[in-house]
């Protein structure tokens, strides 16, 4: 049974960090890539960071580039989200998902984690 769970998230004042975590089963991470999104309140739910399956490549969105960090822990089924100077626009539920290759993860991830809520806020 394929599963994903988050944790990590909280409330944390602007330019804090917070670091996400992704724990998978039912599958391993060398064959499927995985990503982060986040739905901001209000909004839709947007690609955050992706990393592939076969190589460990990573991608991330414009607005995080720089500041966050995505890494996977093979042995540990574990990938991470590294968020460090983090802006009061970051502020959304973040997602895991799974996908066979990350040309796919934007448009039809297979399975999704439940999230988790991440605050930042004076």
């Known amino acids: 049974q394929v599963q994903l769970v988050e944790s990590g998230g909280g409330l944390v004042q602007p330019g804090g960090s917070l670091r996400l975590s992704c724990a998978v089963s039912?599958?391993?991470?060398?064959?499927?890539?995985i990503g982060w999104f986040c739905r901001a309140p209000g909004k839709g739910r947007e690609g955050v960071s992706f990393?592939?399956?076969?190589?460990?490549?990573?991608e991330y969105a414009d607005s995080v580039k720089g500041r966050f960090t995505i890494s996977r822990d093979i042995a540990k089924n574990t990938v991470y989200l590294q968020m460090n100077n983090l802006k009061p626009e970051d502020t959304a539920v973040y997602y895991c998902?799974?996908?066979?290759?990350?040309?796919?993860?934007?448009?039809?991830?297979?399975?999704w984690g439940q999230g988790t809520q991440v605050t930042v806020s004076s």
């Open positions: 039912g599958f391993t991470l060398e064959y499927y890539a």
């Open positions: 998902a799974q996908a066979p290759t990350a040309v796919q993860l934007p448009t039809s991830p297979t399975s």
């Open positions: 990393i592939s399956s076969a190589d460990g490549s990573t």
